[in-house]
């Protein structure tokens, strides 16, 4: 079970990224996915996530800028990250929730590598 992340980069304030996660191994159709970030110097924080049923949740500091999406058949999941702020900076993972549920961080249990997002001011 493999999950690679793809899409960061360094974008000026006020920009767009999109970010993808692709899974592979098996099928990610009956997990939530979501998206997690790591900034310099702190713990790693939810940042928003899609249910199987494609319920999604988001974290507050995101509502409005980010949207979740998934594409079962491709077994991806995308992370449309708009209006990026410099406090967006950030190590972004994306993880695998074998309970189909994803609201609840510690239910991620597959993960993969990181990609950074840069938000320059």
């Known amino acids: 079970v493999h999950l690679q992340a793809s899409g960061g980069g360094l974008v000026q304030a006020g920009g767009s990224l999109r970010l993808s996660c692709a899974g592979s191994?098996?099928?990610?159709?009956?997990?939530?996915m979501g998206w997690f970030r790591q900034a310099p110097g702190k713990e790693r924080e939810f940042v928003a996530a899609?249910?199987?049923?494609?319920?999604?949740y988001y974290t507050d500091s995101v509502k409005g800028r980010f949207t979740i999406s998934r594409d079962n058949p491709k077994n991806t999941v995308t992370l449309q990250m708009n209006s990026l702020k410099p406090e967006d900076t950030a190590v972004y993972y994306c993880?695998?929730?074998?309970?189909?549920?994803?609201?609840?961080?510690?239910?991620?249990?597959?993960w993969g590598q990181g990609t950074l997002v840069t938000v320059s001011s």
């Open positions: 899609i249910s199987w049923s494609r319920s999604t």
């Open positions: 993880a695998a929730d074998s309970t189909g549920r994803g609201y609840r961080s510690s239910s991620f249990d597959y």
């Open positions: 191994g098996r099928s990610f159709s009956n997990f939530a």
